[in-house]
């Protein structure tokens, strides 16, 4: 009987240990997404007077072209100089921005398995372990320039849904996040249902929050938002020729309160 209860001791005190590290860890990952933030905001500040600068250098050297000025070429060195500090601060801000959105605590092997397991059951899906992310091309999961959810991604997301209400998916939220590509939205039907493609991507993410919630995920665990054509995967086609790689939804699976 001693030894039954010493043994209930120490499983509760390993129990307690797991979750004191666990709650430390999410502790530590809000207050590095915190400092990230305030990253974001100074690095944001800096390209807006740089941008400022950069117009400013760009109207005196076509001054000085015009009056045939002997300032030319150090202006040209400035603007390209500050060209490619603007271009490094703004994959900086996107790197950072891509962190706070990833989270940074990889997903419990039986949860990751189950997603592993859930893509490849469905052409339409991939998965990727190291960032706990389950991608849906957009192109097998709606109509072209439509938000309206096609019947085989339903079944599919009902099984993702089936997953995240499990005890282990349970312990994590959900972001659904819609993309395009940069082919304009011309059609008068569809633009008036999806003016632009922010609108587009924002509504496909809205239509996937609307079939889980449908499956009996808590709405309180999803968010939804939409990056439109600034987040592509691979380049588009010449003369916003679009990539079906670029047309997609993603679904983050990230810790409670992210």
């Known amino acids: 009987m001693r030894t039954v209860k010493l043994s209930a001791f120490f499983l509760l005190c390993i129990s307690l240990a797991l979750l004191t590290g666990c709650n430390k860890q999410l502790q530590d990952l809000k207050i590095q997404n915190d400092t990230q933030r305030k990253q974001i905001a100074d690095l944001r500040s800096q390209v807006q007077t740089a ?9 005196q050297l076509v001054g000085a072209k015009e009056k ?6 150090a202006l040209k060195q400035q603007i390209t100089a500050l060209e490619e500090d603007l271009k490094k601060k ?13 989270g940074a605590l ?23 372990p190291n ?22 991604a339903v079944e599919a ?17 959900i972001i659904v996040v819609g993309h395009t590509d940069d082919i304009p939205i011309l059609k008068p039907a569809t633009k008036a249902k999806h003016p632009t493609n922010w609108h587009l991507s924002a509504h496909r993410a809205i239509s996937v929050l609307d079939a889980m919630a449908g499956s009996n995920i808590d709405q309180k665990r999803i968010s939804i938002r939409g990056f439109s ?3 592509p995967m691979a380049p588009n086609k010449p003369n916003k020729g679009g990539n079906p ?12 309160g992210m």
Do not use: W
């Not at 045939?68 to 070429?73: F, L, P, R, S, V």
């Open 51 to 59: 941008t400022l600068e950069l117009e400013q250098l760009k109207r």
């Open 68 to 73: 045939g000025g002997i300032n030319e070429d």
């Open 90 to 102: 703004k994959e900086l801000i996107a790197s950072m921005q891509e962190k706070l959105l990833y």
């Open 106 to 128: 990889a997903l419990p092997v039986e949860l990751s398995t189950m997603l592993e397991e859930f893509a490849e059951e469905h052409d339409m899906v991939t998965y990727d």
């Open 131 to 152: 960032l706990g992310i389950v991608k849906f091309k957009s192109d097998l999961l709606f109509e072209k320039g439509s938000d309206i959810v096609a019947p085989e």
């Open 157 to 173: 997301l009902k099984s993702l849904c089936t997953i995240m209400n499990t005890e282990q998916g349970k312990k994590f939220d």
């Open 229 to 231: 054509e600034y987040r």
């Open 245 to 256: 790689q670029n047309r997609r939804v993603e679904i983050y699976i990230v810790p409670k």
